[in-house]
């Protein structure tokens, strides 16, 4: 099999790296992809941008490519799935009616509130007078969120009145996020311990994947700005048997049967953002209509199943027919990020270590890195690779991937020291 694949971050070198390894797959092509997947055998790239959508449908027919796998959520909000689909290709993603579900907070909230799936309340303004209205009678903690697709950088938690105003008046009168941030979603601050569940959906039938937790926050202690992710693991103990059958009875099946019901069949990648409460009841922060970055770097490293299966299934309707396998095994990754992360990120700077931490055993994914006229490996972005690692246990896995994220250097580095650390508490206290 030929396939190509649509994007250039880590996520995207994580599904590279795993596709490649199946006996079914010949090449894989990664648009535009990066320098970090450029190493992996039987992975190659093709300087296409992820949203130029008839620059790639002219590949797929070119070289006869057997399957797209669309990473990102940019071109499938933009339609590509839908342009893939007439023109007979096959295609892994939502079309866009059904992408919506990432592409408006609103359309999501109202989805939700249409099917009666557990969700925070909310409201959506259009005009800061009104927002700020609304704040003085709703005060912090309080989520405010930019309505349409800001990279992972337009939720701001507030804990004071004042942050929250500011957020108000950053993206409502200042144009913070552009277009996305034109309308918000202000919605109540849901308290509890958050976890990330995956599930690949044929548009009738969800495979949930393995478990895994992110850390938004972008400093140890979970402090700091919100960021798109600065580290995941898998699996995450929060999500127990009880509250996995609660997710699916409550929230995903309602979600399949909804998008089905209101004329948009979801399929691909449906990923539900949980906030989970002290009672084990579990409410929608979120949804993404594509695989989490970073939390697909550990879920592909547990992934024992073949990975082109579970995709042509899904393309096909026949995911009932197909089971995902994983490793026992926990796996961790650490996002290693410019130090203006998420409000900026330095470029050029050479990044040092990089063999010297693959030499651990861990596995270095790339995101947001180039190479340097001198063949050097530079940075390129706000987050920069995901160093992950896979061990026995939690504890374990955290060590191997600090060691390797330990040895790689560049100026002003950022990074975690503490991903992981709830599963960790949770692993001692069970062994106390």
Not at 179 to 190: F, K, Q, S, T
Not at 336 to 361: F, H, Q, W
Request: glycine share 10%; aromatic share 6%; net charge negative.
């Amino acid at each position: 099999m030929h396939i190509l694949l649509i994007g250039s971050g880590g996520r995207e070198h994580a599904i590279a790296w795993k596709l490649a390894s199946s006996p079914q797959v010949n090449t894989v092509t990664v648009a535009p992809g990066n320098p970090g997947m450029r190493a992996e055998p039987g992975v190659e790239t093709v300087a296409i941008d992820a949203t130029d959508v008839d620059a790639l449908e002219a590949f797929a027919k070119q070289y006869q490519v057997d399957m797209t796998v669309v990473g990102p959520e940019a071109p499938l909000v933009i339609g590509l799935v839908d342009k893939f689909e007439a023109a007979g290709l096959r295609v892994l993603g939502p079309t866009q009616a059904a992408a919506q579900l990432e592409g408006s907070k609103d359309f999501a909230k109202q989805f939700m509130t249409r099917h009666n799936i557990p969700t925070a309340a909310f409201e959506t303004f259009e005009t800061s007078a009104d927002a700020l209205a609304y704040l003085n009678t709703h005060p912090a903690p309080i989520v405010i969120k930019a309505d349409g697709l800001a990279a992972g950088k337009g939720v701001v938690v507030a804990q004071t009145d004042a942050e929250a105003q500011q957020a108000v008046r950053d993206m409502l009168d200042d144009g913070a996020h552009g277009a996305a941030g034109a309308r918000v979603v202000i919605e109540e601050c849901l308290i509890g311990e958050e976890a990330s569940f995956i599930c690949l959906v044929d548009g009738t039938h969800a495979l949930p994947f393995a478990t895994s937790q992110d850390h938004k926050a972008r400093d140890e202690g979970d402090t700091g700005p919100n960021t798109g992710g600065m580290g995941a693991y898998s699996p995450a103990p929060v999500v127990t048997t009880r509250v996995h059958d609660k997710v699916m009875q409550q929230i995903v099946n309602p979600t399949v049967q909804g998008m089905a019901k209101d004329g948009a069949a979801f399929k691909g990648f449906l990923y539900v953002g949980l906030m989970i409460d002290a009672k084990g009841d579990p409410r929608v922060i979120e949804y993404n209509v594509r695989l989490g970055d970073p939390e697909t770097q550990p879920l592909m490293m547990r992934l024992d199943s073949d990975l082109t299966e579970l995709f042509n299934a899904t393309i096909d309707g026949n995911l009932n027919s197909v089971e995902a396998n994983w490793s026992s095994d926990t796996t961790l990754g650490i996002v290693m990020a410019a130090g203006e992360y998420p409000r900026g990120s330095s470029r050029g700077e050479v990044i040092k270590g990089l063999k010297d931490a693959a030499a651990t055993g861990a596995k270095v994914f790339h995101a947001g890195t180039a190479v340097d006229d001198s063949g050097n490996t530079t940075t390129a972005g706000g987050r920069v690779l995901c160093v992950t690692a896979r061990a026995e246990n939690v504890s374990d896995a955290k060590a191997l991937a600090e060691k390797a994220a330990a040895n790689i250097q560049w100026p002003n580095v950022h990074w975690r020291r503490d991903i992981g650390y709830r599963a960790v508490a949770r692993l001692l206290g069970a062994n106390a």
